[in-house]
Protein backbone atom coordinates (compact mmCIF):
# COMPACT_ATOMS: atom_id res chain seq x y z
CA UNK A 1 0.00 0.00 0.00
CA UNK A 2 1.33 3.24 -0.86
CA UNK A 3 2.25 5.82 2.16
CA UNK A 4 -0.69 8.50 3.23
CA UNK A 5 0.33 11.49 4.89
CA UNK A 6 -2.17 13.02 7.71
CA UNK A 7 -1.67 15.92 10.11
CA UNK A 8 1.39 14.74 12.78
CA UNK A 9 3.30 14.45 9.47
CA UNK A 10 3.26 17.65 8.18
CA UNK A 11 5.13 20.40 10.23
CA UNK A 12 3.12 23.66 9.66
CA UNK A 13 5.84 26.17 10.80
CA UNK A 14 7.43 25.32 6.98
CA UNK A 15 4.86 27.17 5.16
CA UNK A 16 3.76 30.18 7.53
CA UNK A 17 7.39 30.90 7.44
CA UNK A 18 7.27 31.45 3.70
CA UNK A 19 5.83 34.28 2.16
CA UNK A 20 2.74 32.53 -0.31
CA UNK A 21 1.33 34.18 -3.42
CA UNK A 22 -1.89 32.08 -4.78
CA UNK A 23 -2.36 32.93 -8.21
CA UNK A 24 -6.02 33.23 -9.48
CA UNK A 25 -9.21 33.45 -7.28
CA UNK A 26 -11.78 30.96 -8.85
CA UNK A 27 -12.80 27.34 -8.31
CA UNK A 28 -9.28 26.64 -6.38
CA UNK A 29 -8.20 30.04 -5.75
CA UNK A 30 -10.52 31.22 -3.55
CA UNK A 31 -10.43 27.99 -1.33
CA UNK A 32 -6.35 27.42 -1.09
CA UNK A 33 -6.25 31.61 -0.37
CA UNK A 34 -9.16 31.51 2.38
CA UNK A 35 -7.96 28.37 4.22
CA UNK A 36 -4.36 29.12 4.19
CA UNK A 37 -5.23 32.87 5.92
CA UNK A 38 -7.66 30.89 8.31
CA UNK A 39 -4.17 28.55 8.75
CA UNK A 40 -2.03 31.70 9.82
CA UNK A 41 -0.18 31.80 6.51
CA UNK A 42 1.13 34.81 5.13
CA UNK A 43 -0.67 34.71 1.73
CA UNK A 44 -1.20 37.73 -0.97
CA UNK A 45 -3.74 37.06 -3.76
CA UNK A 46 -2.35 37.72 -7.55
CA UNK A 47 -5.22 38.83 -9.61
CA UNK A 48 -5.37 40.61 -12.93
CA UNK A 49 -6.10 44.02 -13.38
CA UNK A 50 -10.00 44.58 -13.17
CA UNK A 51 -10.58 41.72 -12.11
CA UNK A 52 -14.29 40.60 -10.26
CA UNK A 53 -12.90 38.40 -7.67
CA UNK A 54 -10.88 41.36 -5.98
CA UNK A 55 -13.72 42.46 -3.92
CA UNK A 56 -14.43 39.02 -3.09
CA UNK A 57 -11.14 38.43 -2.02
CA UNK A 58 -11.00 41.76 -0.09
CA UNK A 59 -13.90 41.03 1.85
CA UNK A 60 -12.54 37.99 2.79
CA UNK A 61 -10.07 39.65 4.70
CA UNK A 62 -7.28 38.90 1.61
CA UNK A 63 -4.52 41.29 0.14
CA UNK A 64 -4.67 41.58 -3.36
CA UNK A 65 -2.24 43.15 -5.81
CA UNK A 66 -1.03 42.03 -9.66
CA UNK A 67 -0.02 38.45 -10.34
CA UNK A 68 3.71 40.20 -11.26
CA UNK A 69 3.77 42.03 -7.69
CA UNK A 70 2.36 38.76 -5.95
CA UNK A 71 5.31 36.79 -7.84
CA UNK A 72 7.53 39.19 -6.64
CA UNK A 73 6.79 39.39 -2.86
CA UNK A 74 6.46 35.81 -2.61
CA UNK A 75 8.36 32.48 -2.01
CA UNK A 76 6.36 30.52 -2.63
CA UNK A 77 3.96 31.02 -5.62
CA UNK A 78 0.70 28.56 -6.47
CA UNK A 79 -0.15 28.96 -10.20
CA UNK A 80 -4.49 28.59 -9.70
CA UNK A 81 -5.37 30.08 -13.06
CA UNK A 82 -7.00 28.45 -15.89
CA UNK A 83 -4.58 25.16 -17.19
CA UNK A 84 -5.27 27.38 -20.86
CA UNK A 85 -3.77 30.58 -19.49
CA UNK A 86 -1.10 29.17 -16.90
CA UNK A 87 1.53 29.83 -19.71
CA UNK A 88 1.36 33.13 -20.88
CA UNK A 89 0.84 34.75 -17.55
CA UNK A 90 3.94 32.41 -15.92
CA UNK A 91 5.99 33.58 -19.24
CA UNK A 92 4.73 37.32 -18.76
CA UNK A 93 4.26 38.09 -14.74
CA UNK A 94 5.99 34.77 -12.93
CA UNK A 95 9.09 33.52 -14.48
CA UNK A 96 10.91 37.09 -14.28
CA UNK A 97 10.64 36.95 -10.74
CA UNK A 98 11.34 33.23 -9.70
CA UNK A 99 14.81 32.61 -8.34
CA UNK A 100 16.72 30.08 -6.49
CA UNK A 101 14.91 29.16 -2.94
CA UNK A 102 11.54 29.87 -4.66
CA UNK A 103 8.69 27.20 -4.74
CA UNK A 104 6.47 26.94 -7.93
CA UNK A 105 3.64 25.67 -6.93
CA UNK A 106 0.52 23.79 -9.29
CA UNK A 107 -2.71 22.33 -8.63
CA UNK A 108 -2.45 20.11 -11.58
CA UNK A 109 0.26 18.64 -13.82
CA UNK A 110 -0.63 19.96 -17.52
CA UNK A 111 1.21 22.46 -18.24
CA UNK A 112 4.76 20.53 -16.99
CA UNK A 113 3.81 17.39 -18.25
CA UNK A 114 3.28 18.87 -21.70
CA UNK A 115 6.25 20.90 -21.71
CA UNK A 116 4.31 24.40 -21.58
CA UNK A 117 5.89 25.84 -18.24
CA UNK A 118 9.87 24.69 -18.18
CA UNK A 119 10.91 26.60 -14.96
CA UNK A 120 14.50 27.23 -14.43
CA UNK A 121 16.28 24.67 -12.42
CA UNK A 122 17.11 26.45 -9.29
CA UNK A 123 13.03 26.73 -8.74
CA UNK A 124 11.44 23.98 -6.64
CA UNK A 125 8.76 22.89 -8.57
CA UNK A 126 5.78 21.04 -6.81
CA UNK A 127 1.79 20.14 -6.60
CA UNK A 128 -0.98 20.41 -4.32
CA UNK A 129 -3.86 18.47 -5.65
CA UNK A 130 -6.87 17.82 -4.02
CA UNK A 131 -9.27 15.48 -5.21
CA UNK A 132 -12.35 17.61 -5.34
CA UNK A 133 -13.36 20.67 -6.56
CA UNK A 134 -12.66 24.24 -4.73
CA UNK A 135 -15.87 25.01 -2.81
CA UNK A 136 -15.83 21.77 -1.30
CA UNK A 137 -12.07 22.39 -0.14
CA UNK A 138 -13.57 25.57 1.17
CA UNK A 139 -16.31 24.28 2.50
CA UNK A 140 -14.81 20.89 4.64
CA UNK A 141 -12.02 22.91 6.00
CA UNK A 142 -14.59 24.99 7.53
CA UNK A 143 -16.27 22.17 9.27
CA UNK A 144 -13.24 20.98 10.58
CA UNK A 145 -12.36 18.05 7.83
CA UNK A 146 -10.61 18.39 4.04
CA UNK A 147 -9.99 17.35 1.02
CA UNK A 148 -7.78 14.20 -0.07
CA UNK A 149 -5.04 15.55 -2.16
CA UNK A 150 -2.21 14.25 -4.09
CA UNK A 151 1.58 15.72 -3.64
CA UNK A 152 3.81 15.46 -6.18
CA UNK A 153 7.74 17.08 -6.37
CA UNK A 154 8.73 17.74 -10.15
CA UNK A 155 11.82 19.37 -9.20
CA UNK A 156 13.15 19.78 -5.55
CA UNK A 157 16.41 22.29 -5.90
CA UNK A 158 16.11 22.54 -2.12
CA UNK A 159 16.43 19.90 -0.95
CA UNK A 160 13.13 20.40 1.32
CA UNK A 161 10.73 20.86 -1.65
CA UNK A 162 8.16 17.82 -0.33
CA UNK A 163 8.16 18.88 3.01
CA UNK A 164 7.25 22.71 2.18
CA UNK A 165 4.78 20.76 -0.09
CA UNK A 166 3.30 18.78 2.80
CA UNK A 167 2.87 21.66 5.03
CA UNK A 168 1.09 23.84 2.32
CA UNK A 169 -1.38 20.92 1.77
CA UNK A 170 -1.63 20.76 5.76
CA UNK A 171 -2.53 24.80 5.56
CA UNK A 172 -5.41 23.34 3.10
CA UNK A 173 -6.64 21.46 5.59
CA UNK A 174 -5.63 18.12 3.71
CA UNK A 175 -3.75 16.05 5.63
CA UNK A 176 -7.05 15.88 7.79
CA UNK A 177 -8.32 13.90 4.90
CA UNK A 178 -5.04 11.96 3.49
CA UNK A 179 -2.60 13.00 1.24
CA UNK A 180 -0.95 11.07 -1.08
CA UNK A 181 2.70 10.95 -2.72
CA UNK A 182 2.09 10.94 -6.92
CA UNK A 183 4.08 12.57 -9.68
CA UNK A 184 3.53 15.23 -12.44
CA UNK A 185 3.03 12.29 -15.02
CA UNK A 186 0.67 10.14 -12.93
CA UNK A 187 -1.51 13.26 -11.44
CA UNK A 188 -1.74 14.65 -15.32
CA UNK A 189 -2.92 10.90 -17.28
CA UNK A 190 -5.19 9.78 -14.74
CA UNK A 191 -6.82 12.89 -14.09
CA UNK A 192 -7.67 13.59 -17.57
CA UNK A 193 -8.31 9.81 -18.31
CA UNK A 194 -10.33 10.13 -15.20
CA UNK A 195 -12.63 13.53 -16.43
CA UNK A 196 -12.44 12.17 -19.75
CA UNK A 197 -13.53 8.36 -19.63
CA UNK A 198 -15.31 8.26 -16.14
CA UNK A 199 -16.15 11.35 -14.08
CA UNK A 200 -16.98 13.54 -16.90
CA UNK A 201 -17.45 11.98 -20.35
CA UNK A 202 -18.12 8.71 -19.27
CA UNK A 203 -21.16 9.79 -16.78
CA UNK A 204 -22.64 12.60 -18.54
CA UNK A 205 -22.62 10.26 -22.26
CA UNK A 206 -24.35 7.53 -20.10
CA UNK A 207 -26.83 9.73 -18.98
CA UNK A 208 -27.79 10.99 -21.98
CA UNK A 209 -27.71 7.76 -23.77
CA UNK A 210 -30.22 6.32 -20.92
CA UNK A 211 -32.50 9.41 -21.49
CA UNK A 212 -32.42 9.16 -24.89
CA UNK A 213 -33.54 5.38 -25.21
CA UNK A 214 -36.02 5.66 -22.83
CA UNK A 215 -37.54 8.99 -24.52
CA UNK A 216 -37.48 7.40 -27.80
CA UNK A 217 -39.44 4.85 -26.54
CA UNK A 218 -42.13 6.77 -25.52
CA UNK A 219 -41.52 7.25 -22.03
CA UNK A 220 -42.68 10.21 -20.45
CA UNK A 221 -38.92 12.53 -20.65
CA UNK A 222 -39.42 13.35 -16.59
CA UNK A 223 -39.45 9.74 -15.73
CA UNK A 224 -36.41 9.41 -17.88
CA UNK A 225 -35.09 12.29 -16.09
CA UNK A 226 -35.73 11.10 -12.95
CA UNK A 227 -34.57 7.21 -13.31
CA UNK A 228 -31.27 8.56 -15.46
CA UNK A 229 -29.83 11.68 -13.97
CA UNK A 230 -32.05 12.50 -10.49
CA UNK A 231 -31.05 9.27 -9.06
CA UNK A 232 -27.69 9.23 -10.39
CA UNK A 233 -26.18 10.76 -7.00
CA UNK A 234 -28.30 8.52 -4.39
CA UNK A 235 -26.53 5.62 -5.96
CA UNK A 236 -22.91 7.83 -6.12
CA UNK A 237 -23.31 9.01 -1.97
CA UNK A 238 -23.57 5.24 -1.54
CA UNK A 239 -20.74 4.16 -3.61
CA UNK A 240 -18.88 7.00 -2.27
CA UNK A 241 -19.78 6.28 1.73
CA UNK A 242 -19.45 2.31 1.26
CA UNK A 243 -18.08 1.18 -1.82
CA UNK A 244 -19.74 -0.74 -4.69
CA UNK A 245 -20.71 -3.84 -2.34
CA UNK A 246 -22.05 -1.37 -0.22
CA UNK A 247 -24.40 0.03 -2.52
CA UNK A 248 -25.39 -2.86 -3.52
CA UNK A 249 -26.11 -3.97 -0.73
CA UNK A 250 -28.62 -0.90 -0.15
CA UNK A 251 -30.05 -1.54 -3.35
CA UNK A 252 -33.14 -4.34 -4.24
CA UNK A 253 -32.06 -7.93 -5.33
CA UNK A 254 -33.09 -7.07 -8.75
CA UNK A 255 -31.54 -4.11 -8.89
CA UNK A 256 -28.80 -5.56 -7.63
CA UNK A 257 -29.13 -8.67 -10.37
CA UNK A 258 -29.91 -6.66 -12.82
CA UNK A 259 -26.39 -4.35 -12.14
CA UNK A 260 -24.40 -7.73 -12.12
CA UNK A 261 -25.59 -9.13 -14.98
CA UNK A 262 -25.94 -6.29 -17.53
CA UNK A 263 -23.64 -3.41 -16.52
CA UNK A 264 -20.99 -5.41 -18.29
CA UNK A 265 -22.73 -5.51 -21.42
CA UNK A 266 -22.78 -1.87 -21.37
CA UNK A 267 -19.30 -1.16 -20.81
CA UNK A 268 -18.24 -4.12 -22.73
CA UNK A 269 -14.80 -4.35 -24.98
CA UNK A 270 -15.58 -2.14 -27.12
CA UNK A 271 -15.85 0.51 -24.21
CA UNK A 272 -12.86 -0.84 -22.75
CA UNK A 273 -10.48 -0.39 -26.05
CA UNK A 274 -11.53 3.25 -26.40
CA UNK A 275 -10.92 4.04 -22.84
CA UNK A 276 -7.15 2.58 -23.84
CA UNK A 277 -7.31 4.77 -27.48
CA UNK A 278 -8.22 7.44 -24.62
CA UNK A 279 -5.16 6.51 -22.26
CA UNK A 280 -2.64 6.40 -25.12
CA UNK A 281 -4.33 10.29 -26.82
CA UNK A 282 -2.91 11.20 -22.99
CA UNK A 283 0.10 9.94 -22.74
CA UNK A 284 1.05 10.66 -26.13
CA UNK A 285 0.63 14.59 -25.73
CA UNK A 286 -2.34 14.08 -28.79
CA UNK A 287 -4.82 15.40 -26.28
CA UNK A 288 -3.21 18.09 -25.09
CA UNK A 289 -2.16 19.96 -28.15
CA UNK A 290 -5.34 19.13 -29.62
CA UNK A 291 -6.60 21.03 -26.42
CA UNK A 292 -3.86 23.57 -27.00
CA UNK A 293 -4.49 24.73 -30.65
CA UNK A 294 -8.75 24.71 -29.86
CA UNK A 295 -7.53 27.08 -27.35
CA UNK A 296 -5.27 29.27 -29.97
CA UNK A 297 -8.39 29.06 -32.53
CA UNK A 298 -10.46 30.90 -30.27
CA UNK A 299 -11.92 27.53 -28.57
CA UNK A 300 -14.46 27.60 -31.59
CA UNK A 301 -15.43 23.78 -31.43
CA UNK A 302 -15.43 23.91 -27.73
CA UNK A 303 -17.83 26.54 -27.81
CA UNK A 304 -20.12 24.99 -30.14
CA UNK A 305 -20.56 21.43 -28.59
CA UNK A 306 -21.09 23.59 -25.06
CA UNK A 307 -23.97 25.58 -26.58
CA UNK A 308 -25.89 22.49 -27.84
CA UNK A 309 -24.96 19.92 -25.05
CA UNK A 310 -27.52 23.36 -23.10
CA UNK A 311 -29.77 22.42 -25.77
CA UNK A 312 -30.11 18.61 -25.10
CA UNK A 313 -33.58 18.08 -23.31
CA UNK A 314 -32.44 16.30 -20.46
CA UNK A 315 -31.38 19.48 -19.62
CA UNK A 316 -34.36 21.45 -20.18
CA UNK A 317 -36.80 19.06 -18.45
CA UNK A 318 -34.21 19.22 -15.55
CA UNK A 319 -34.83 22.79 -15.21
CA UNK A 320 -38.11 22.64 -15.00
CA UNK A 321 -38.10 19.88 -12.28
CA UNK A 322 -35.30 20.74 -10.79
CA UNK A 323 -37.49 24.49 -9.79
CA UNK A 324 -40.01 22.16 -8.45
CA UNK A 325 -37.14 20.77 -6.12
CA UNK A 326 -35.57 24.05 -4.86
CA UNK A 327 -33.93 21.66 -1.85
CA UNK A 328 -32.03 20.05 -3.94
CA UNK A 329 -29.64 22.80 -4.80
CA UNK A 330 -30.75 24.92 -1.85
CA UNK A 331 -27.27 25.12 0.87
CA UNK A 332 -25.22 24.38 -2.05
CA UNK A 333 -22.65 27.38 -3.18
CA UNK A 334 -23.63 27.99 -7.20
CA UNK A 335 -20.85 28.03 -9.80
CA UNK A 336 -21.30 31.33 -10.42
CA UNK A 337 -20.51 32.08 -6.64
CA UNK A 338 -17.25 30.63 -6.56
CA UNK A 339 -15.84 31.36 -9.92
CA UNK A 340 -15.21 34.15 -12.57
CA UNK A 341 -12.98 37.24 -13.18
P1 LIG B 1 -11.06 28.85 -12.42
O1 LIG B 1 -11.35 29.04 -13.84
O2 LIG B 1 -12.18 28.53 -11.47
O3 LIG B 1 -10.35 30.14 -11.82
C1 LIG B 1 -9.27 30.77 -12.45
C2 LIG B 1 -9.00 32.13 -11.85
O4 LIG B 1 -7.94 32.76 -12.56
C3 LIG B 1 -10.17 33.08 -11.93
O5 LIG B 1 -10.14 33.89 -10.77
C4 LIG B 1 -9.84 33.91 -13.17
O6 LIG B 1 -10.45 35.16 -13.17
C5 LIG B 1 -8.36 34.06 -13.02
N1 LIG B 1 -7.65 34.30 -14.30
C6 LIG B 1 -7.91 33.79 -15.51
N2 LIG B 1 -6.98 34.18 -16.40
C7 LIG B 1 -6.11 34.96 -15.71
C8 LIG B 1 -4.91 35.65 -16.07
N3 LIG B 1 -4.45 35.62 -17.32
N4 LIG B 1 -4.26 36.34 -15.11
C9 LIG B 1 -4.73 36.40 -13.84
N5 LIG B 1 -5.85 35.75 -13.43
C10 LIG B 1 -6.53 35.04 -14.37
O7 LIG B 1 -9.89 27.73 -12.31
P2 LIG B 1 -9.83 26.46 -11.33
O8 LIG B 1 -10.85 25.46 -11.73
O9 LIG B 1 -9.75 26.93 -9.93
O10 LIG B 1 -8.42 25.85 -11.76
C11 LIG B 1 -7.19 26.35 -11.28
C12 LIG B 1 -6.18 25.20 -11.26
O11 LIG B 1 -6.61 24.22 -10.32
C13 LIG B 1 -6.03 24.47 -12.58
O12 LIG B 1 -4.70 24.08 -12.72
C14 LIG B 1 -6.93 23.27 -12.41
O13 LIG B 1 -6.57 22.17 -13.22
C15 LIG B 1 -6.66 22.96 -10.95
N6 LIG B 1 -7.70 22.16 -10.28
C16 LIG B 1 -9.00 22.56 -10.34
C17 LIG B 1 -9.96 21.83 -9.65
C18 LIG B 1 -11.39 22.30 -9.60
O14 LIG B 1 -12.13 21.75 -8.84
N7 LIG B 1 -11.83 23.30 -10.32
C19 LIG B 1 -9.60 20.67 -8.94
C20 LIG B 1 -8.25 20.30 -8.88
C21 LIG B 1 -7.32 21.06 -9.56
MG1 LIG C 1 -9.62 16.36 -11.57
Request: proline letters at 4%; hydrophobic letters at 40%.
Amino acid sequence: MATLYYESDADPSLIRDRKVAVLGYGSQGHAHARNLLDSGVDVRVGLREGSASRKKAEEAGLRVTSVADASAEADVVMVLLPDTEQKAAYDAEVAPHLGAGDCLMFAHGFNIRFGQIVPPPEVDVTMVAPKGPGHLVRRTYTEGAGVPSLVAVHQDASGSAHALTLSYADALGATRAGVLDTTFAEETETDLFGEQAVLCGGMTALVMAGFETLVEAGYQPESAYFECLHEMKLIVDLMYEQGIAGMRYSISDTAEYGDLTRGPRIIDEHVRAEMRRLLSDIRDGSFANEWIEENRAGRPNFLKLREEGKQHPVEQVGRRLREMMPFVSSGKERVEDVSGG
